[in-house]
C-alpha cells in the first residue's frame, strides 16, 4: 500500500493521503498525494501565505522597483532581507521595504488616504525610481481598500510613473502557489504589450522562472550572451519592470520554473502565440538538455555543442571529483515543489546521490507526477509535511543530508544531520555546469564537516573531563 500513515499522525489520519511511498509495481496515477489543498488543522504546516507567494518570490526580485506592501508592518518583515537575489545595480531589491505600516484607527478608518501619502513619500525619496508595485494584505483586502484606484490617481499626478498593483492577500489560497498566479495572470493582463523592444539579435527570447537565487541568472546569462541569444525579459531574476512590459516581443518563452510561472507563459502563447519550452537549469545532463532544446529551436545547433562542450571540459573534472566522493550519498530534498523534480534525477545521474524524501510545500498534482516518476522506489513523496512527520521521515530513511529552508534545517542540525539551504543556497549560484559543481561542494561540505562529529560528542560525565585536566 503506497499510501502512508505515519506514527504522528494517528491523530490526524487525513494526513495519510497526503504521504507516498514509491514501491515497485504500483502504478503512480493510481496513488497521487494529494496536494494544493488546505492545511488540515492539527497540522503545524510549514508553507508561505498567498501575498508571500506574490511579493518575496517574484515580484519583490525586480531590480528597479520600489514594492510598496499595504498592511501592518509585520506583513513586511518576513519579505525583507531573508531571500538572496542579488542583482547588477547594487542589490536595491535587498536593502529597501516600503510598508503601509496601517495601524488600528487605519484599520477602522480606511487605509487608502495613507496608501496614497505612502507612494508620493517613496516617489520624493528615490527621485530616480520611477517604478511601483503595491500589494494588499489580509486587514486591507478584509477592510476593502481600493489599492487600484490609489494607484490610478498617484499616476495621474505624476504621470512619470508606473503602478502595478496585486490583490492577492495571505488568505487568498492555500499556500503561496495562489499569490505566483495572481501576480502571473495580472501583469500579462495589465502590462505585457505596453512596450516595444530594440531588437538586436536574430534569435529572442524570454526566460522565465529563474528568479536570480545566489546569482544564477546571472551564470545562464553567460550562456544566452555566447549564444547571440537576446533575453529581452527575465520573469523575473536580475529583471527590470519595464523589460516585463516587453515579453510579447520575443520569438521564445524557456520555462525553468513552470510552477511558479508556468501561467505567464502559457498566456504568452495564448494571447501572443509564442511558443513554451521547458527546461532543467539544474544539472550537467538537464543543462546540456536544455542548450540543446534552446539552439534547435533557433537552428543554432553547432553552436550549442561547442558552447557545452566548452563547459564541460571546465568543470566536468570537478564535478567528478566530488561524485566519486559524494557516491551512495543519501539525501533529502524539502522545498516548495519543483526543486523536488528538478533535482531528484540530476544528483542521481551527475553525483551518484541517493534522494530517499522528498517533500514539498506547495506542489500540485503535475508536479508530484513529475517527480514520482523521477525519483526511485523506496523515497517518501510527502505533501505540505510538518515537523513532527520530518523527524519520524528522518528515522525511517536517514538520510546523510538535507536540502530545506533554515527553518527546518535549523532544527535537522540538532539531530547533527547536515542541511544545506535548499531555497537560497550556501554558496549559490547552483544553476548552469558551474553552479552544479557548487551545490556538489556545498554538500561535500556538509557531509564531511568535521565539526558534525564534535557537535555529536556527549560532553556530560567522563567526556568532558580531559578537556578540564588539559585546561588546568
Ligand atoms: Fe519556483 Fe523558486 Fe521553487 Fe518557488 Fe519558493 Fe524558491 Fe522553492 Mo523557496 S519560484 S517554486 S515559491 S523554484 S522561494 S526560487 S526555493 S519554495 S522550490
Not at 513532527?388 to 532544527?411: A, N, S, W, Y
Amino acid at each position: 500500500m503506497p499510501m502512508v500513515l505515519l506514527e504522528c499522525d494517528k491523530d490526524i489520519p487525513e494526513r495519510e493521503k497526503h504521504i507516498y511511498l514509491k514501491v515497485d509495481g504500483e502504478d503512480t496515477r493510481d496513488f497521487l498525494p494529494i496536494s494544493n489543498a488546505p492545511t488540515i488543522p492539527g497540522t503545524l504546516s510549514e508553507r508561505g501565505c498567498s501575498f508571500c507567494g506574490a511579493k518575496l518570490v517574484i515580484g519583490g526580485v525586480l531590480k528597479d522597483t520600489i514594492q510598496m506592501i499595504h498592511g501592518p508592518i509585520g506583513c513586511a518583515y518576513d519579505t525583507w532581507h531573508t531571500k538572496r537575489y542579488p542583482t547588477d545595480n547594487g542589490h536595491f531589491n535587498m536593502k529597501y521595504v516600503w510598508s503601509t505600516d496601517m495601524k488600528e484607527s487605519h484599520i477602522v478608518f480606511g487605509g487608502e488616504k495613507r496608501l496614497e501619502k505612502s507612494c508620493h513619500e517613496a516617489f520624493d525619496e528615490m527621485p530616480d525610481v520611477k517604478r511601483m508595485i503595491i500589494y494588499t494584505t489580509c486587514p486591507t483586502a478584509l477592510i476593502g481598500d481600493d489599492i487600484k484606484a490609489v494607484a490610478k490617481k498617484v499616476m495621474q499626478d505624476r504621470p512619470d510613473v508606473d503602478i502595478f498593483t496585486v490583490e492577492c492577500p495571505g488568505f487568498a489560497g492555500v499556500s503561496q502557489s495562489k499569490g505566483h498566479h495572481v501576480l502571473n495572470i495580472g501583469w500579462i493582463n495589465e502590462k505585457v504589450g505596453q512596450l516595444d523592444a530594440e531588437i538586436t539579435s536574430k534569435y529572442t527570447m524570454n526566460f522565465i522562472g529563474d528568479f536570480n537565487i545566489g546569482g544564477d541568472t546571472q551564470l545562464l546569462q553567460k550562456y544566452w550572451d555566447k549564444l547571440g541569444i537576446q533575453v529581452i525579459a527575465h520573469f523575473t531574476g536580475n529583471g527590470t519592470y519595464d523589460d516585463l512590459r516587453r515579453m510579447h516581443k520575443a520569438q521564445l518563452n524557456v520555462v525553468n520554473c513552470a510552477r511558479s510561472s508556468g501561467y505567464i507563459a502559457n498566456e504568452l502563447k495564448k494571447q501572443y502565440g509564442i511558443p513554451r519550452l521547458d527546461i532543467d537549469s539544474w544539472g550537467f545532463s538537464y543543462m546540456a538538455e536544455g542548450i540543446r532544446k534552446i539552439c534547435a529551436f533557433f537552428g543554432i545547433e553547432e553552436k550549442g555543442e561547442a558552447l557545452i562542450a566548452e563547459e564541460e571540459a571546465k568543470w566536468k573534472p570537478q564535478l567528478d571529483w566530488y561524485k566519486e566522493r559524494l557516491q551512495g550519498t543519501k539525501m533529502a530534498i524539502w522545498t516548495g515543489g519543483p526543486r523536488l523534480w528538478h533535482w531528484t534525477k540530476s544528483v542521481e545521474d551527475d553525483l551518484g546521490v541517493q534522494v530517499v524524501a522528498m517533500a514539498s510545500k506547495f506542489g500540485h498534482q503535475e508536479d508530484f507526477e513529475k517527480v514520482i516518476a523521477r525519483g526511485q522506489t523506496g523515497t517518501y513523496y510527502i505533501d505540505d509535511g510538518n515537523e513532527l512527520e520530518f523527524f519520524e521521515i528522518i528515522d525511517l530513511v536517514r538520510p546523510d543530508v538535507i536540502f530545506t529552508g533554515p527553518r527546518v534545517g535549523e532544527l535537522v542540525k540538532k539531530l547533527h544531520i547536515p542541511y544545506v539551504n535548499g531555497h537560497g543556497y550556501h554558496n549559490g549560484p547552483y544553476m548552469g555546469f558551474e553552479g552544479f559543481v557548487n551545490l556538489a561542494r556545498d554538500m561535500y561540505n556538509a557531509v564531511h564537516n568535521p565539526l558534525l562529529k564534535l557537535a555529536a560528542t556527549d560532553i556530560r560525565g567522563d567526556a568532558a573531563a580531559p578537556v578540564k585536566e588539559a585546561a588546568e
